[in-house]
């Protein structure tokens, strides 16, 4: 646990940078925000790794993991972007959104158990959840770039990233993590439901709600293949996927069904 | 005048299955539609699906309640409208498809691999559907768990052949943590032995096409490891402060100090009783209402058997007991545990996963190669 507590202080210091140098705009800044942002990714992939070896299992099996996991795929996925010139301001927001994933998770029992419960003791596990944790981050850098859309106005806010350049973020981003949704999510989660429970989809809470993630990003990118829909209807449908994703993730816990392990 | 009336109804019906099947193949048929489908799937997911009325009514009011209910709302994905909307979705994707193989057809070179992703995944959209009708066709599902213990069998009509328990049980790990549920079944066809396995969660048997999958293991609902007691002597001086005992099953146990000792003879994880015939018995194999019969006896001597219930006194008028006995707690039987198993035949399956096989590649040709998706920026307008 200190490992994580010790990513959580620092993704909480890169956030507070990332307010300096939301103001500041200076370089100097920035350096620090992505030093203290790597330190914190070093020492989550540790956590998780320790975490690993010490239960014997992957670090997905109850909120607490997902989220931690979670939090570690999104910094993954902006740091991809970091170098990327007038994306300085996205990329400085990294840690942000990371750091809202590990007070999430903080929230939940954090205990693990070498023993998995019999229904999770499957390598579909491991394929099922991890390639849903990638695709949820690729959705996280499309939601931060669609915010920042949203709050540009049109001829381009001073103080924000280019909006065709956001809205080419997102766009890739989700071009990303729609086909890893696909297979992770829905695919692997069908074949491992149909050797578990006996049926591919039961219409459980989670699985429902995964479908209509699954659905807003088709219409997503129905709607901007069309060129009808303008930048902030495109943006407000990647900003409403990612919220659906994050009440995907937490709705087993109030919702139930056959997800809900913890 | 008919005839006319008739013809004009005609032509309006044609202009606007026209209009219709033009909306269908269109893109913004598609958004309309899927837009549908995820308000009804969210409707879903936020009203409860498969409740009783009454739990509709508890949260909705009577009259909001009776409304969700009668509409099949509680019921939304095998609604007529959900159903009905997800056809329209596959006569779209045809639509949309035949469409897209005409342009893969006619427009060459440059992004031709992505293209064809795209109508790949149009088609496993498909694909995916038609699984699902074959399912709903063709296959069943048990509505219900099948809860079954050690000697039962079970005969499944759908496969032709019966499927009996030789055992079932927990296994746990060193920290005491149930590690699997286990189920020995052997299948019997035609009045012979043709296969014995052992099923566990996430290791189903298939026999004939039919799926039996192991689920959770209840607690025996008849026997006990242990029953936790508490115990007030009653004496000529006055009742003594409550204590603590833990009764094996069906072992005799005395009472420290005193020559009382109690033996629990039966229990029942949902005691009911039946006046008429004066006998208890299961009311359901859940642990709703729990109780024991536990026999007492004085210096060797029987004195009285009697049911005792959790959270109440087993004979609160009864004065010729030497001490009053109550329901704390047991540790529940999982050795002779009750197995459950879901039941079920997907024949849909395999064209599903075909389905999400082919729109996996599809999306990945779409998304992923160098193609006509370059993720040019948006116009402004």
Not at chain 1, 96 to 106: D, I, P
Not at chain 1, 129 to 145: I, M, Q, R, T
Not at chain 1, 200 to 212: F, G, M, Q
Not at chain 1, 228 to 234: D, K, R, V
Request: a neutral charge.
């Amino acid at each position: 646990m200190a490992l994580f507590w010790a990513a959580f202080w620092c993704y909480l210091a890169a956030t507070l940078g990332a307010a300096v140098y939301t103001g500041t705009r200076s370089s100097g800044v920035r350096f620090v925000v992505f030093v203290v942002t790597l330190a914190g990714f070093a020492v989550n992939t540790a956590a998780l790794v320790a975490r690993s070896f010490a239960s014997g299992h992957p670090p997905v099996t109850n909120l607490f993991e997902y989220l931690s996991f979670f939090a570690w795929a999104i910094v993954l996925g902006f740091l991809f972007l970091w170098r990327r010139k007038g994306l300085e301001l996205l990329t400085v927001f990294a840690p942000t959104v990371a750091f809202a994933m590990m007070v999430m998770a903080s929230l939940f029992p954090s205990e693990a158990s070498r023993q998995l419960i019999p229904a999770l003791q499957s390598y579909w596990l491991w394929i099922h959840v991890s390639l849903a944790v990638l695709a949820e981050a690729a959705f996280a850098v499309a939601f931060v770039a669609s915010l920042m859309c949203l709050m540009g106005d049109k001829r381009g806010h001073r103080k924000l990233p280019d909006r065709k350049l956001l809205d080419m973020v997102a766009y890739r981003s989700i071009g990303i993590g729609f086909p890893l949704f696909t297979v992770g999510a829905l695919f692997a989660g069908a074949v491992w439901a149909q050797k578990a429970w006996g049926t591919p989809w039961s219409w459980d809470p989670k699985e429902t709600s995964s479908l209509i993630v699954w659905l807003i990003y088709a219409i997503y990118l129905h709607v901007r293949r069309t060129r009808a829909g303008s930048i902030a209807l495109t943006s407000g449908l990647s900003v409403l996927g990612f919220l659906m994703t994050v009440f995907t993730i937490l709705g087993s816990r109030f919702l139930g069904g056959l997800h809900s392990y913890g | 005048m008919t005839l006319w009336f008739l013809l004009a109804a005609v032509v309006l019906a044609a202009a606007f299955l026209k209009g219709f099947r033009k909306w269908l193949s269109s893109m913004s048929g598609a958004v309309w539609i899927l837009v549908a489908l995820a308000a009804m799937s969210l409707l879903g997911v936020m009203i409860g699906q498969n409740l009783p009325p009454e739990a509709y009514t508890e949260r909705y009011g009577d009259a909001l309640g009776g409304i969700v209910y009668r509409v099949g709302l509680g019921d939304i994905f095998t609604s007529w409208y959900f159903l009905g909307l997800a056809a329209v979705l596959a006569v779209s994707l045809l639509a949309c498809s035949a469409g897209r193989l005409w342009k893969l057809a006619r427009v060459g070179g440059h992004g031709r691999l992505s293209r064809a992703g795209s109508l790949l995944l149009h088609v496993a959209l498909v694909v995916i559907l038609a699984g699902g009708v074959v399912t709903a066709v063709f296959g069943f599902r048990y509505p219900a768990p099948i809860y079954l213990w050690e000697g039962q069998e079970m005969v499944v009509t759908e496969g032709g052949f019966t499927v009996r328990v030789d055992a079932a049980g927990t296994e746990y790990s060193s920290e005491g943590v149930v590690s699997e549920y286990y189920s020995d079944v052997t299948v019997i066809e035609n009045g012979e032995e043709v296969r014995s396995q052992r099923i566990e969660v996430n290791h189903p048997l298939v026999h004939n096409g039919v799926g039996l999958y192991q689920h959770e293991m209840l607690p025996s609902a008849t026997s006990v490891r242990e029953v936790l007691f508490g115990i007030v002597m009653v004496t000529e001086e006055g009742d003594s402060p409550v204590t603590s005992v833990a009764v094996p099953f069906h072992e005799e146990y005395t009472l420290p100090g005193t020559d009382v000792s109690l033996e629990v003879l039966e229990f029942l994880a949902d005691f009911t009783y039946d006046i008429q015939t004066r006998t208890a018995s299961l009311a359901s194999l859940r642990h709703r209402n729990p109780a024991v019969k536990v026999r007492v006896s004085e210096a060797g001597e029987f004195v009285a058997d009697r049911w005792v219930f959790a959270d109440t006194q087993a004979h609160r008028d009864d004065s010729n007991l030497p001490c009053r006995v109550f329901l704390f707690d047991y540790l529940p039987d999982f050795d002779k545990g009750i197995t459950r198993f879901e039941l079920s035949r997907q024949p849909g399956t395999p064209l599903l996963f075909i389905g999400f096989a082919a729109m996996s590649l599809g999306l990945m040709l779409t998304f992923w190669t160098r193609g006509t998706r370059k993720g040019d920026p948006l116009d402004e307008s």
